[in-house]
T-cell receptor, first 112, second 114 residues
Framework: QQQVKQSPQSLIVQKGGISIINCAYENTAFDYFPWYQQFPGKGPALLIAIRPDVSEKKEGRFTISFNKSAKQFSLHIMDSQPGDSATYFCAASVYNFNKFYFGSGTKLNVKP | DTGVSQNPRHKITKRGQNVTFRCDPISEHNRLYWYRQTLGQGPEFLTYFQNEAQLEKSRLLSDRFSAERPKGSFSTLEIQRTEQGDSAMYLC????????????FGPGTRLTVT
């Protein structure tokens, strides 16, 4: 079964708006939650990541919110720009970080 | 460029043929991973190496697939007797064993089986 569920599948946001992508997981052993950005024809690029000992992490316009009790985490992109248009994947892994379980992806389109 | 590199970037092959892909990780990265990504989906784990040892293989990795990392540096992924269902992007990632969880991905090899 899918270890990490991601929504929405696609998202359209106006320039300057906030993009929000959500992920949920079941395995309570997961303790590392990265977000990756992928442009067409390219490999995924690490954007930001969080450990469950904090509830929020911010890097520039990108923020991860983490709710351990609900087993959910989300990516917020503030002041979204057309250059942010890409597919975003959440992922999760267990402490020995041998493999990531990825969500199915969210295709973000930021309209100018 | 000191990132993860993969070759070839694109491969078109006929069903039944064998193909081999190469991945060069970031130097000094102990761990190397292979993932497969089909259109509209997230990457799925195939296998990983710690130095030259292959430590885990996914059930997705049928006996037609074999991976090696002979001296703990570059890795190859071979698919024998390719099938149309093997058409996908094959991604390689690497990470340090200690200090962090970050996996850095290469650009991938796009395989098309006709």
């Amino acid at each position: 079964q899918q270890q990490v569920k991601q929504s929405p599948q696609s998202l359209i946001v106006q320039k300057g708006g906030i993009s929000i992508i959500n992920c949920a997981y079941e395995n309570t052993a997961f303790d590392y939650f990265p977000w990756y950005q992928q442009f067409p024809g390219k490999g995924p690029a690490l954007l930001i990541a969080i450990r469950p000992d904090v509830s929020e992490k911010k890097e520039g316009r990108f923020t991860i919110s983490f709710n351990k009790s609900a087993k959910q985490f989300s990516l917020h992109i503030m002041d979204s720009q057309p250059g942010d248009s890409a597919t975003y994947f959440c992922a999760a892994s267990v402490y020995n970080f041998n493999k990531f379980y990825f969500g199915s992806g969210t295709k973000l389109n930021v309209k100018p | 460029d000191t990132g993860v590199s993969q070759n070839p970037r694109h491969k078109i092959t006929k069903r039944g043929q064998n193909v081999t892909f190469r991945c060069d990780p970031i130097s000094e990265h102990n761990r190397l991973y292979w993932y497969r990504q089909t259109l509209g989906q997230g990457p799925e784990f195939l296998t990983y190496f710690q130095n030259e040892a292959q430590l885990e293989k996914s059930r997705l990795l049928s006996d037609r697939f074999s991976a090696e990392r002979p001296k703990g540096s570059f890795s190859t992924l071979e698919i024998q007797r390719t099938e149309q269902g093997d058409s996908a992007m094959y991604l390689c990632a690497s990470s340090l064993l200690a200090g962090g969880y970050e996996q850095y991905f290469g650009p991938g090899t796009r395989l098309t089986v006709t």
